[in-house]
């Protein structure tokens, strides 16, 4: 089990990787959402890139093997929730779950 400083260390190197490879989120096409797990999102921790906007962020199971009415959303609870054409990119990374931040590009 990872300790929440090594979830933290994780976050803060991811933001450091993001921002040098100028990374962004992925944006959802239809043919993506039943190709799930593994998430294709990348690891951009609390790094928002120019240009986008995060509007949401959802807990999710990311084993696969999570049931509807626990804590986290299972993946199908999940991935109901996508909008294609939107920008999806982990924001902290856990073990068995992630959470999942929700982006939109800004005008």
């Known amino acids: 089990m990872l300790s929440l400083e090594q979830i933290e260390a994780e976050a803060r190197e991811a933001v450091k990787r993001a921002a040098k490879k100028n990374l962004t989120p992925f944006i959802v096409e239809k043919e993506d959402l039943d190709n799930m797990p593994p998430f294709p999102f990348p690891f951009l921790g609390d790094y928002v890139p120019k240009g986008w906007k995060q509007t949401k962020e959802y807990f999710v199971d990311s084993s696969g093997f999570g049931k509807e009415g626990e ?37």
């Open 71 to 107: 804590p986290a959303l299972s993946v199908s609870q999940f991935t109901d929730r996508l909008i294609v054409g939107r920008g999806y990119a982990i924001t902290q990374m856990g073990q068995f779950q992630v959470y999942v931040g929700e982006y939109t590009k800004e005008d």
